[in-house]
T-cell receptor, first 114, second 115 residues
Framework: AQSVTQPDIHITVSEGASLELRCNYS??????LFWYVQSPGQGLQLLLK??????LVQGIKGFEAEFKRSQSSFNLRKPSVHWSDAAEYFCAVGAYNQGGKLIFGQGTELSVKP | TAGITQAPTSQILAAGRSMTLRCTQDMRHNAMYWYRQDLGLGLRLIHYSNTAGTTGKGEVPDGYSVSRANTDDFPLTLASAVPSQTSVYFCASSEIRGSSNQPQHFGDGTRLSIL
């Protein structure tokens, strides 16, 4: 069965600093991988997805993520964080031939210092 | 704006009462999902439906039921609410094309408190 681990429950970075949010997954084959962002009181918004091909994927709002099969990781990065990036971030994994079901990580809450 | 509409946005319910959370999508997606979100646990799948007329159990289905009479609507029912069902509930939809896994689109959630 698939599983997703986000090791960091809460991260604080200064505005303008770089950001990396970690995501590790467990799945026997090539997974489908997603990052979502959730602002307070809102639903989840898709940041980016990896299905196949180029392992570095670009998303919205200046985010990118890199799929590393050898490390079973799909870390989210942003070179310069803005105060509006403060939110909760979820990594999710889907499996081939299991419909659209996703398994979500526990989430990482990002705070941004002025 | 196209998307997913959930109702109500919030509700306080007495234990033992029944409640139906509504979810409607206008994207004509074939698949729909219900999740609950609890602090420290992320989102957990309650039930899903890959197409109208079919439903399946997710990770935490006990105490909940769903139906999928048509493409657009996917209501979630709590037959006899218990305090442990206090949570934020999210409905989502996606398009399933063969074996591929398209991104899910989410509603804004229903905050439910069981007293």
């Amino acid at each position: 069965a698939q599983s997703v681990t986000q090791p960091d429950i809460h991260i604080t970075v200064s505005e303008g600093a770089s950001l990396e949010l970690r995501c590790n997954y467990s799945y026997g084959a090539t997974p489908y991988l997603f990052w979502y962002v959730q602002s307070p009181g809102q639903g989840l918004q898709l940041l980016l997805k990896y299905f196949s091909g180029d392992t570095l994927v670009q998303g919205i709002k200046g985010f990118e993520a890199e799929f590393k099969r050898s490390q079973s990781s799909f870390n989210l990065r942003k070179p310069s964080v803005h105060w509006s990036d403060a939110a909760e971030y979820f990594c999710a994994v889907g499996a081939y031939n299991q419909g659209g079901k996703l398994i979500f990580g526990q989430g990482t809450e990002l705070s941004v210092k002025p | 704006t196209a998307g997913i509409t959930q109702a109500p946005t919030s509700q306080i319910l007495a234990a033992g009462r029944s409640m139906t959370l509504r979810c409607t999508q206008d994207m004509r997606h074939n698949a729909m999902y219900w999740y609950r979100q609890d602090l420290g646990l992320g989102l957990r799948l309650i039930h899903y439906s890959n197409t109208a007329g079919t439903t399946g159990k997710g990770e935490v289905p006990d105490g909940y039921s769903v139906s999928r009479a048509n493409t657009d609507d996917f209501p979630l029912t709590l037959a006899s609410a218990v305090p442990s069902q206090t949570s934020v509930y999210f409905c989502a939809s996606s398009e399933i094309r063969g074996s591929s896994n398209q991104p899910q689109h989410f509603g804004d959630g229903t905050r439910l408190s069981i007293l």
